[in-house]
């Protein structure tokens, strides 16, 4: 039996993983798997040297800067969710963890690789159709094609992929780190910038070197986040990607003004959504649901929706009402 | 590569294992093991669920390699022995509810369900829901798998 | 000893399925088995143009590499009908790689089989293959012009029109008109196991372990299209992990595992990947339904005109037949159903759970449920005012209770008082509402003579016989019951054995008819033994029971005695021993009444629902579900419940979840997963009940079985519909319902 090759090989050491991934072009870290794995066997991704990090040192959560949290990159998504200080400092962090996949893969998949997971276009993931992501240049099926699940924001002509995260749609708004070590020594990466939109390069998806490892998450101090919510809306109950999710943490002052507000996006963008223009929109102004409809359409304006999937636009901005109005109430 | 890990107890290797592979075709091709279920591939199902050092994980996801030297239960062994008195809990509790059908997910929901009752004894109905929402069960017994969880719960 | 038919009993397979012990057919050791893995077309209309195998077979491990270059032609291609019938019965009248030309996308291309499934994926993926591709028609929106009416249905076995007085005439002239259309998308049926065979050659003769809802129906259609005698072609199988229709039809794959396993010189075991079930094994297919309903203003219905289109093959005129309930179960003079079809780039539908009547009941139902707010009926008494008690041919019905399972369904769901005025329940978010549909599922008396045996031995221990299949819907338990009280014995030194064409042969069990056929046979089988065992005791001088009329002798325990004195008796085990016969046997047969016997033959059920509709986001949540049916005589209940449960989540996720389409640029199914194509999980899952309306039956069988693999299903998607409406006062159109067809009104209708 002669397989496509590939090599196996479970690192002892940060820099052992390091050096091994960036000394050969066609590796790749391995992690939980349970994007990657599924990828390799459906031959989307073709690695033939795989490095394990699953024995690295890079499992704890540990306390940072009064208040902040430090993930390892290796920590296990059902872990990191049922951990008391992130239940208690970041509880839509942990709801966002509880509502994602299933109790089987939130127990393999980690937290450095959730960064990482590619999105559930079908036709980048059937091998076969033309997709800039998985094979630049052959052009976006999905733009003309079944997009009921698509993204609005973010997109490109080249792509339309929605970013499928559930718990990265909650450090956006937290305004994570991520912290990763590569060849060239150690690098910190805000959040939103680690998300690339597709724009002309939709096959790059994160300003990582090859060989650049992420080995933790820091989640700054953040005491709004103590009564932040993650809410997921989709078509069965369970165990499905987010028609819509939305993330939000605010605080209202005594006059009924919004003070502080954090809100992010789930299943509408072509990355986590922060929602930037709806808190500018809302900081400093009366909390009421008009101004809430008309922070929602602001972050909508610029949305770019197909016959199958304009009805996430409303529905969406339903969803970001409905979250802030329930929160202020 | 070779690799070795102990399931069910047991120490266990195979040989010339493709890096490739997954841990449910290890369990079923290599070690005759074929009690997880092949079904959806992709992480979709939860029928090929097994413990991984303790986890309960989707074997169909998981390298070979990722299972080198850890340790692996499968539904094939949880009970102590066999014979039907001797089954576990929760195999009991399936068979007295009648939440067997086709039994393609029988052995990766036991697997799931007994996970369920070690972290949590006296589940509440939606908890039972949201934790086995993972295991589809398309002949789709939910009901009888829902009298089943409670029954071993109490047993 | 009470008789055990009737009880609920446990599963004789549930050890074997909880301990993971049981081998499914892809999981059958034989030494130097081979993998094979076939490769799907990836355009859905063309031909292909050149396959280059070079690296494929330089890649090692590969056995061999099976293209239309190398595949033997087809001895003789049947053609297509319901396994049920007892013939051949191919899922297409197609038969892949026999030339260049492309149908349909995932047409198998190519089989490659190597050492190892790995090692077969790899090779196919290194298989070079091109295409010369045209422009696919594969759906309603592009094939509507080209739809043509179907004279026939399942080959020339069923008309795909009927007709009764003069509807045009009836619809002009009634007091109140309901008309509404509908678009289902396709539905598939994605058992947890995929389609496998493993095929064995032993000189001519071939055994295929293949998960199939028919062996029989395998081996014969394995057997005409190899040219190969029937007695050289053995089915075997002993587990199956579901088929819901998908198995009930012989699909290529099958064939091909056979033709590969000669091709290579070893056993081959082929199985479907997941992506491949959504091409291989058939669908639900996408379809329209438009129906008109004529009434008078005290409910009476006058006319009902039912039409569906949908889209088959290009070979053949496959539609599911959506009118045989709505032509029947309300009684109206003036009738028009009929079936166009589009012939389009997909492979050759098939029967999907509850097949037909699941959609063109939901058409009735929820016409039914127009028409009574246009009355302002109760939607219960309308039904029951007209549900006849004769079919559409004046025949009455071989066992009813229709109008009980509404009433019984009322009383446990709690219908009396509702308010029927639309969207005037809110709970949060939320807008409460709640629906009933009627449900009935033909009895079809399609099948040839059915058999069984009984074999007793010495020591009183009993093997009862039938090629019957277990997958999930508990015939060996069920079975095992009607041979114990059939022959009088403990269940306990029974053994049921099925799955193997080599033993007496039973039909597909498909359309519901599964446990009618067997336990007829079985039972028939059962007592002729217990006869012949009588007769043998009463003859013999040595007996106790010399002398006694046969009538005069019971059997409990496997033990006969007299009915005037309960001292007098033996057992079988002495009688046998005692006159030297190391066992005795009987064979029973079943002949159906036949498709022309003078009853009305539906099994009828009532299915309400109680549903949470988000106001602002249309996503609808189910609640509350009850079913009533009455299935005629239910063998063991815990199972007849599992079937009818099981049938009612899949009309919800039918309902809210289940669809998929054509992507329109491509010809290929939009989802080939189950992540993708979404079906109902445990935290979906309402509060449901379950109840049955007991009813005599001495028409379907000796035992008055009815069957519930299908009526379960019936209604249930009707009844969530109707209770959107009555949430939210919108008419849904559209199946699935899911967030953007309620929010934007129910759809295109």
Known sequence: MTMRPITFFRAGSIDEAVAAVSSHPDSAFLAGGTTEIDLLRLNVVQPTLLVDVNDLPLTYLEDVDDGGVRIGAMARMSDVARAPRIVERYPGMSQALLLGASEQLRNMASMGGNMCQRTRCSYFRDGQSPCNKREPGSGCSALTGINRGHAVLGTSEQCIATHPSDVAVALVALDAMIRTIGPDGTNAIPIERFFLRPADTPSIEHPLAHGELIVAIDVPALPVARTSRYVKHRDRASYEFALVSVFSAMRVDDAGNVAELRLALGGVGTVPWRAHRAEEALIGRPATPENFAAAADAEFADARTTPMNEFMVTFAKRAIVRELSEVTS | MRVTCVVNGETREADDVWPGESLLFVLRERLGLPGAKNACEQGECGSCTVYLDGQPVCACLVAAGQAQGRTVTTVEGLAPGSGEEQLDRVQRAFLATGAVQCGFCTPGLIVAVHDLLARDPAPSDPDIREALAGNLCRCTGYEKIMEAVRLAATS | ???????????????????????????????????????????????????????????????????????????????????????????????????????????????????????????????????????????????????????????????????????????????????????????????????????????????????????????????????????????????????????????????????????????????????????????????????????????????????????????????????????????????????????????????????????????????????????????????????????????????????????????????????????????????????????????????????????????????????????????????????????????????????????????????????????????????????????????????????????????????????????????????????????????????????????????????????????????????????????????????????????????????????????????????????????????????????????????VGPLGVKGVGEVGQVGAAAAIANAVFHATGRRMNELPMTAEVVMNGGGPG
């Open chain 3, 1 to 699: 000893m009470s008789p055990v038919v009737g009880k609920p009993v446990n599963r004789v397979d549930g050890p074997d399925k909880v301990t993971g012990t049981g081998r499914y057919c892809g999981e059958i050791v034989l030494p130097g088995l081979a993998y094979g893995l076939i490769v799907g077309a990836a355009v859905a209309n063309g031909r292909v143009v050149s396959i280059d195998e070079t690296a494929a077979r330089a890649a090692g491990g590969v056995f061999g590499i099976m293209t239309h270059r190398n595949t033997p032609k087809v001895a003789n291609q049947p053609r297509l009908i319901p396994s049920l019938a007892g013939q051949p019965a191919p899922g297409e009248s197609f038969f892949p790689m026999q030339d260049d030309v492309v149908h349909y996308w995932g047409q198998p291309v190519a089989l490659v089989v190597a050492d190892s499934e790995e090692a077969a994926a790899h090779a196919a993926a290194l298989l070079d293959i091109t295409y010369e591709p045209g422009v696919p028609v594969a759906t309603i929106a592009d094939g509507r012009a080209s739809a043509t009416q179907a004279k026939t249905l399942f080959g020339g076995l069923m008309p795909a029109t009927d007709e009764r007085g003069d509807v045009e005439g009836a619809l002009a002239a009634a007091e109140v008109t309901v008309d509404a259309t509908y678009h289902f998308a396709a539905n598939h049926h994605n058992p947890l196991e995929t389609s496998v065979t493993t095929a064995q050659w032993d000189g001519d003769r071939v055994t295929l372990w293949d998960s199939t809802m028919g062996v029989r129906a395998s081996q014969l259609t394995v057997a005409s299209l190899l040219g190969i005698p029937l007695s050289d072609v053995r089915v075997i199988t002993h587990f199956v992990g579901g088929g819901f229709g998908s198995k009930a039809m012989v699909w290529p794959h099958v064939t091909l595992a056979a033709m590969a396993a000669r091709h290579v010189g070893r056993p081959v075991r082929l199985a479907l990947t997941r992506p491949q079930s959504f091409t291989s094994n058939g669908h639900r297919e996408e379809q329209e339904q438009r129906i008109t309903l004529g009434a008078g203003r005290d409910g009476r219905l006058t006319a009902i005109r039912h039409r569906k289109l949908s889209v088959t093959s290009p070979f053949d005129d496959w539609a599911e037949p959506a009118t045989g309930v709505s032509t029947q179960i309300y009684g109206c003079d003036n009738y028009l159903g009929d079936h166009q079809l589009i012939h389009g780039n997909t492979m050759t539908p098939t029967f999907t759970r509850a097949p037909g009547e699941s959609l063109g009941s939901f058409t009735l139902e929820t016409a039914m449920d127009r028409l009574a707010y246009e009355l302002g009926m109760d939607p219960i008494e309308l039904r029951i005012m007209n549900h006849p008690p004769v079919d559409n041919h004046g025949n009455p019905w071989s066992s009813d209770g229709m109008a009980d399972c509404l009433r019984r369904g009322a009383d446990l769901f709690g219908w009396a008082g509702r308010d029927p005025t639309p969207g005037t329940r809110q709970e949060g978010n939320d807008l409460i509402g709640t629906g009933v549909a009627g449900a009935g599922y033909p009895v079809a008396f399609m099948m040839p003579v059915q058999h069984a045996r009984a074999r007793i031995f010495h020591d009183g221990s009993v093997v009862i016989q039938t090629s019957a299949q277990e997958f999930g819907i508990g015939v060996t338990t069920s079975m095992s019951q009607v041979g114990a009280d059939g022959l009088g014995v403990d269940m306990d030194v029974l053994r049921f054995e099925a799955g193997d064409t080599d033993l007496p042969n039973t039909t597909s069990a498909v359309g519901s008819m599964g446990a009618t056929m067997q336990s007829s046979a079985v039972h028939n089988a059962a007592t002729t033994l217990r006869n012949d065992l009588i007769a043998h005791a009463v003859n013999d001088g040595k007996s106790p029971l010399h002398g006694l009329s046969p009538s005069s002798v019971k059997v409990a325990d496997g033990r006969m005695t007299s009915t005037l004195d309960p001292s007098i008796g033996e057992s079988y085990a002495d009688l046998l021993q005692r006159n030297r016969l190391l066992d005795m046997e009987a064979l029973g047969s079943w002949t159906p009444p036949g498709m022309d016997t003078p009853h009305g033959l539906l099994t009828f059920g009532a299915q309400f629902a109680e549903v949470a509709v988000d106001k602002d986001l249309g996503l609808v949540r189910v609640r509350r579900m009850t079913g009533v049916f009455a299935p005629g005589r239910v063998l063991n209940p815990k199972l007849a419940r599992s079937q009818l449960l099981g049938g009612m989540l899949w009309g919800l996720g039918q309902a809210l979840l289940e669809g998929n389409q054509i992507d329109r640029q491509s010809g290929r199914w939009a989802l080939n997963n189950l992540g993708e194509y979404l079906v109902p999980v445990h935290a979906d899952i309402p509060d449901i009940q379950v109840d049955f309306v007991e009813v005599e039956d001495d028409v």
